[in-house]
Antibody, heavy 115, light 110 residues
């Protein structure tokens, strides 16, 4: 059964870089049938698409975040990652990783931006 | 960037039927938008109910169904249960692989 698990710091200081990793189990990240994504949800708000990445490394990002986002994939570890630079309090949210193709979600990780 | 619209809130009686819709600012929603529907309860991660307009996961209750209706994607709940009270989000994909979420519908079963 496919499972995704986010990991990373739960607290990041303003102006620093948020870094998260998603570990995929029960399936290969190298499948050509799917791609992998990050989604976030600020407290009390709706879902926001951050970006997606293919196992080959091809990426596409939400235009509103594109200048600050980098996603990468490590097929040897069956993981993919998110980096969001120059964070502010507005980036405080639950961050979810997901497989797009049926859309399977991780459980989410709350990241708070605060000094 | 396209805007995806959903009803902010809807109420359904227990045992009743309700249809949630998902529209696009770019025009008619088609199969090419690969509509998804997600259910989210407080404090939980979203759960995928419907993908590719009407396909269901093994965990999707039979009372939920997806379709295209009147130029929009639609999620119909037939025979609402108290446990169906939740937020529902749709997702549409656009050219260039830039999916956009709707703002969500808060469904009350009352």
């Amino acid at each position: 059964q496919l499972q995704l698990q986010e990991s990373g710091p739960g607290l990041v200081k303003p102006s620093e870089t948020l870094s998260l990793t998603c570990t995929v189990s029960g399936g290969s990240i190298s499948s050509t049938s799917y791609y992998w994504a990050w989604v976030r949800q600020p407290p009390g708000q709706g879902l926001e698409w951050i970006g997606g990445i293919y196992y080959s490394g091809g990426t596409y990002y939400n235009p509103s975040l594109k200048s600050r986002v980098t996603m990468s994939v490590d097929t040897s570890k069956n993981q993919f990652s998110l980096k969001l630079r120059s964070v502010t309090a507005a980036d405080t949210a639950v961050y979810y990783c997901a497989r797009v193709g049926g859309f399977y979600w991780g459980q989410g990780i709350l990241v708070t931006v605060s000094s | 960037q396209a805007v995806v619209t959903q009803e902010p809130s809807l109420t359904v009686s227990p045992g009743g039927t309700v249809t949630l819709t998902c529209g696009s600012s770019t025009g008619v929603v088609t199969s090419g938008h690969y509509p998804y529907w997600f259910q989210q309860k407080p404090g939980q991660a979203p759960r995928t109910l419907i993908y590719d307009i009407s396909s269901k996961h093994s965990w999707t209750p039979a009372r939920f169904s997806g379709s295209l209706l009147g130029g929009k994607a639609a999620l119909t709940l037939s025979g609402a249960q108290p446990e169906d009270e939740a937020d529902y989000y749709c997702l549409l994909s656009y050219s260039g692989s830039r999916p956009v979420f709707g703002g969500g519908t808060k469904l009350t079963v009352l």
